[in-house]
């Protein structure tokens, strides 16, 4: 056995001995004689073995020099671009590759650039190296060297158009055909350059399951045009990663269209006998019963809005607590519906409750109900006592509301009352309310199923009981001299 091959036998990389002993001879050249061919050896070997990499998974931004096998997905067009102080204009082609762990975006500039397209095809199999660094849409690879390697295997399905389940982190050119399930209002929102952008959400399902696609600028308002359960295709999106989670960008590049396809979208969802506190989870099952909106002030002076329904499956029941936008979801008693994303909370009389907020997906799978939305428009914001307890379970608008009308907001101001404006009780005036417990701490919250109180005392009370309070009104409080 050669020094070459003793040295190959240790290296833990996915190189031929061929190609090893290519990379030895160079070494030894380039040294000008200072080094034998096992000196040699161990030197390339070091080099192969400090920037092979496992997987695409494992390439991080930052890292000086990564080489690794992957297929190729798709090829980009070539782009090309102006340099400072140059007369030639630079090319890159953007060519997606990807391996068992992942995929990643891999620029190919000038020479690189031409070369990627008159000899890359989708499905074939690369030696990549490269230079890791972070990316618009993620991790992308700045490409020094390729090779094809016909002789391995990557087992990455390529496919025009992916499902849900396919993508993953750092993906682009994505092209998905998906049911409409969710859609969101339009937000605007100032860049570093002052500029104004413009973002939106909609949800798309397909049979593999469901994700979350955000829609930026010039395609924002793509949102307000399409309904819910329209079939749409995505084409040219990104993927990547918000709190954990996978989701599907389009920019300027990209589009949102109606196609005429039948999506077939079946949810997975957790019987409700088997829910647990703080679980976020999916429900389905059919609307029991739906309570009028509800509207309530919160300290920054805009307007919040919770609906309350209970919906069933075979195990049990559960109220569910839809916040914002959500609340104006046209759902009635009898219809059947699907919930993902929601939180499972504490409730009233220590009930579990579900709650629906910006995050969460609300899609009538089949409706039963008859003028739902008009019932929840023509509501006054009041309800019986029990609807207005279980907005106090908890809720959570578009990340900063928290606010449970009056209860649990611990920024709420406990002088409005979205129930009741020009019945407030003025400063001084002696007062006798009665109402259930809703807040058992400080201070003590009542709701009598048509507006909430605030009392400030020291008498213990528990949540469900139903008291009267008497004394004096203090900066929109009630001072408690007697609590019964």
Do not use: C
Not at 55 to 80: C, H, L
């Amino acid at each position: 056995m050669s020094d070459i091959e003793g040295v190959y036998e240790d290296l833990e990389a996915d190189v031929s001995l061929e190609k090893f002993r290519e990379a030895v001879e160079a070494k030894v050249e380039q040294m000008g004689g200072l080094a034998d061919e096992e000196t040699a050896a161990m030197l390339v070997a070091h080099e192969i073995g400090e920037s092979e990499v496992g997987g695409i998974a494992d390439i991080e931004p930052g890292m000086e020099d990564v080489k690794f096998i992957a297929k190729v997905t798709s090829i980009g067009e070539v782009r090309t671009f102006e340099r400072d102080g140059e007369d030639e204009d630079g090319r890159v082609v953007n060519v997606e590759v990807a391996d068992e762990t992942g995929s990643v975006r891999a620029a190919f500039w000038d020479q690189h650039a031409e070369a990627a397209i008159e000899e890359l095809e989708e499905g074939q199999v690369l030696r990549v190296k490269g230079r890791p660094k972070e990316g618009f849409s993620g991790v992308e690879i700045s490409v020094d060297d390729v090779q094809p390697d016909p002789d391995a295997e990557v087992d990455v399905q390529v496919a025009d158009t992916h499902t849900v389940e396919a993508l993953s982190l750092g993906l682009s050119n994505v092209n998905l055909v998906g049911l409409v399930l969710d859609t969101d209002s339009v937000r605007t929102f100032d860049r570093d350059d002052g500029s104004e952008g413009k973002v939106s959400n909609l949800v798309l399902g397909d049979s593999t399951g469901r994700v979350r696609v955000t829609l930026w600028d010039e395609q924002a308002d793509t949102a307000t045009a399409i309904d819910p359960g329209t079939t749409v295709e995505v084409i040219d999106g990104y993927v990547k990663d918000r709190d954990g989670t996978l989701e599907l960008h389009v920019g300027n590049r990209g589009a949102v269209e109606e196609v005429d396809e039948e999506v077939e979208y079946v949810p997975e969802s957790t019987p409700i006998e088997e829910l647990e506190i703080d679980q976020m989870v999916d429900i389905a099952g059919v609307v029991r019963s739906a309570d009028p909106k509800r509207t309530f002030d919160r300290d920054d002076g805009s307007e919040g809005q919770v609906r309350n329904i209970r919906v069933q499956d075979a195990t049990g029941d559960i109220r569910v607590a839809m916040w914002g936008e959500k609340a104006d979801i046209d759902i009635g008693p009898g219809d059947e519906v699907a919930l993902g994303d929601v939180e499972i909370q504490d409730g009233w009389q220590d009930d579990l409750e579900a709650s629906a907020g910006w995050q969460s997906t609300i899609t009538v799978l089949e409706s039963d109900s008859a003028g739902a939305g008009d019932a929840a428009d023509e509501s006054d914001g009041s309800s019986d006592a029990n609807a207005g307890l279980s907005a106090f379970a908890g809720g959570d608008d578009e990340g900063d509301d928290a606010a449970d009308i009056e209860a649990d907001d611990p920024d709420a101001d406990d002088s409005s009352d979205a129930a009741a404006e020009s019945d407030d009780p003025t400063d001084g005036e002696e007062l006798e309310f009665t109402g259930v417990v809703v807040q058992a701490g400080d201070p003590v919250v009542l709701d009598d199923g048509e507006s909430t109180m605030s009392v400030s005392t020291d008498v213990d009370v528990g949540l469900g009981e139903e008291v009267t309070a008497r004394g004096v009104v203090r900066d929109g409080r009630l001072e408690a001299n007697d609590v019964f």
